[in-house]
């Protein structure tokens, strides 16, 4: 489990194609407290250490590195470019008995992708409108939580679209665009979807009674 609270950023720094995709991320993590087996998100995907070395650097050295095993099944439900050398991805080890739950509960299962409709300066801040697909539309509601690449945000908007499609809009400040990988985000980017897990259990409720 994880709250989409974004802890660094990591860099993909190699790629080899076995079964399945062995993916080596370079992160300034200390890598004596990644266990083998332990859960990271990644871009809010969330996946399995399954070796790790390197050293503990600076805030932004990555000196320490991790590798993780992603299935193909992964890489078709997951943003285009995604698994890619010298990409930028956003990292969240799993909660531990006693942390704080500072965003939303997040499960790191991508239940859809988006893309960057629009994105424009507001303020200090950010606006962007995020193009999702139709399936999603009912779990996405103005002030609920989302989870964009791995990032607990709250909709500001929702707007509906005739083809069944959604449109809803973020604002993105300063810190969290400092911090994550959502100050890198262009028109046309696709971006890891994952709807809150209330909203979930409660539209279910919903087609049970109808």
Request: proline share 4%; charged share 20%.
């Amino acid at each position: 489990m994880f709250t989409g609270i974004v802890t660094a950023i990591g860099t993909i720094q190699s790629i080899e194609q076995r079964g399945d995709m062995r993916v080596q991320i370079t992160c300034p993590l200390d890598p004596a407290k990644i266990a083998i087996g332990a859960s990271i998100a990644c871009s809010g995907v969330c996946l399995t250490v399954v070796k790790r070395g390197g050293e503990k650097g600076a805030a932004h050295e990555n000196k320490a590195w991790f590798a993780v095993d992603v299935s193909a099944e992964t890489v078709s439900r997951t943003a285009r470019g995604m698994w890619t050398e010298g990409r930028n991805i956003n990292l969240e080890p799993s909660l531990r008995l006693g942390d704080e739950m500072g965003g939303h509960i997040v499960t790191g299962h991508v239940d859809g992708v988006g893309r960057v409709h629009d994105w424009r300066p507001e303020g200090d801040s950010m606006r962007a409108t995020i193009a999702a697909p139709g399936d999603l539309a009912p779990f996405i509601a103005a002030k609920g939580s989302i989870t964009v690449d791995g990032v607990s945000l709250t909709v500001n908007s929702v707007n509906d679209r005739p083809d069944g499609s959604v449109h809803f809009g973020l604002n993105i400040i300063p810190h969290t665009a400092e911090v994550t990988t959502l100050g890198e985000l262009r028109q046309g980017g696709e971006v890891n979807l994952e709807i809150d897990t209330v909203a979930r259990y409660l539209q279910r409720m919903a087609s049970l009674r109808g």
